[in-house]
Nanobody, 124 residues
Framework: QVQLVESGGGLVQAGDSLRLSCAAS????????MGWFRQAPGKEREFVTA????????SYADSVKGRFTVSRDNAENTVALQMNALKPEETAIYYC?????????????????WGQGTQVTVSS
């Protein structure tokens, strides 16, 4: 049974940093592209970042470039998202996802496995 479990969310002030982690079980993340998405209340789930299985290819949403960094630890079977200079409009539930396609996708509908999400709240 595949499980992705996110952790590290919380309540922070604008400008603060948070580090999210996604622990995988039932799959070996080295064989998967791993993505982070977020969903704010009343909005669609949106792409944040993704890292290819080979680690050399990374994609970021324009809104987070230069502030967010995705990384993976294949030995620990985990993926991390370092978020700096957070903004109130980035308040959302953040989800980790896995996909075994050849290409690196931004569409959430193309990801095979999802975690339950972790809440990030950024106060102004």
């Amino acid at each position: 049974q595949v499980q992705l479990v996110e952790s590290g969310g919380g309540l922070v002030q604008a400008g603060d940093s948070l580090r999210l982690s996604c622990a995988a079980s039932g799959l070996t993340i080295s064989r998967y592209n791993m993505g982070w998405f977020r969903q704010a209340p009343g909005k669609e789930r949106e792409f944040v970042t993704a890292i290819a299985r080979g680690r050399s290819i990374v994609s970021y949403a324009d809104s987070v470039k230069g502030r967010f960094t995705v990384s993976r630890d294949n030995a620990e079977n985990t993926v991390a998202l370092q978020m700096n200079a957070l903004k109130p409009e980035e308040t959302a539930i953040y989800y980790c996802a896995a996909d075994d396609a050849f290409a690196l996708f931004r569409s959430p509908s193309l990801y095979d496995y999802w975690g339950q999400g972790t809440q990030v709240t950024v106060s102004s």
